[in-house]
């Protein structure tokens, strides 16, 4: 388990809510077995992707994610229990999940299987023209 106080990685955010708003987190963190930094955690990136989505022609519907890292980062809570490692190094791209994890976390999260191959494909499409030093809407992220 990551230190997330003494890593270089993580940063510390504070703000302010009301009383009631903070108890009822605490208290569901609790009840779900989750840390408070995990929630806030998945809640940022969350709030964060609803700003700087790619594909902004309809923004009152969210955009699916197109990337395998765009899944597991928009899924952090859900996919902590079941048993994928490297879930934060999933989220950044910075590793692939094995067809195993794959199939785990397209399992877990409820995904038809033609999404699963356009979540698959895009996600090597992005890798290759990453590697080609294409740059493109995989990028987004």
Not at 36 to 47: G, N, P
Not at 63 to 71: C, K, Q, R, V
Not at 79 to 93: D, F, M, P, T, Y
Not at 112 to 141: A, M, Y
Request: charged share 25%; glycine share 4%.
């Amino acid at each position: 388990m990551t230190d997330k106080r003494r890593s270089a990685d993580y940063k510390q955010v504070s703000g302010y809510v009301p009383v009631e708003l903070a108890r009822e987190f605490k208290s569901i963190c609790a009840r779900e077995g989750v840390s408070q930094s995990d929630a806030l955690e998945e809640m940022l990136l969350e709030w964060l992707a609803k700003r700087t989505a790619c594909n902004s022609s309809h923004p009152e519907q969210p955009s699916p994610p197109i990337t395998i890292a765009e899944l597991v980062q928009a899924n952090m809570i859900k996919l902590r229990h079941s048993g994928v490692k490297n879930l934060q190094a999933l989220a950044k791209g910075e590793v692939l999940p094995t067809p195993g994890d794959f199939a785990i976390i397209t399992s877990t999260l409820g995904i038809p299987e033609e999404e699963q191959k356009k979540i698959w494909q895009q996600t090597f499409l992005c890798l290759h023209n990453e590697s080609d030093g294409v740059k493109d809407e995989c990028e987004c992220s």
